[in-house]
């Protein structure tokens, strides 16, 4: 059975930072290409960044600069460091793993981050 748990989120000042967390389980982690997403109330769900199995990143063009994905393949997990947080970036943050071929694709149950003063 394929799980996926985000954790991080909350409540941030705007130019505040967070660090979100997805531990994986039931898939052989190092080998699947890991990204976040994101869905504000009223929106549809949106890229914000990719890791690939061998480090390659491809960022939003409205985080680049602030956000930092990186991956540790011995603890089956993925990070999201978001720096300068602006209010525009609340929305639930979602963890997906896709397989090599994409023919996979498992998705985390969500976290949300809330950026207000």
């Known amino acids: 059975q394929v799980q996926l748990v985000e954790s991080g989120g909350g409540l941030v000042q705007p130019g505040g930072s967070l660090r979100l967390s997805c531990v994986a389980s039931?898939?052989?982690?190092?080998?699947?290409?890991m990204g976040w997403y994101r869905q504000a109330p009223g929106q549809e769900r949106e890229l914000v960044v990719f890791?690939?199995?061998?480090?390659?990143?491809n960022y939003a063009d409205s985080v680049k600069g602030r956000f930092t994905i990186s991956r540790d393949n011995v603890k089956n997990s993925v990070y999201l460091q978001m720096n300068s947080l602006k209010a525009e970036d609340t929305a639930v943050y979602y963890c997906?793993?896709?397989?090599?071929?994409?023919?996979?694709?498992?998705w985390g149950q969500g976290t949300q981050v809330t950026v207000s003063s």
């Open positions: 039931g898939i052989i982690f190092a080998t699947y290409t």
């Open positions: 890791i690939s199995s061998s480090g390659s990143t």
């Open positions: 997906k793993a896709t397989s090599i071929n994409g023919a996979r694709n498992y």
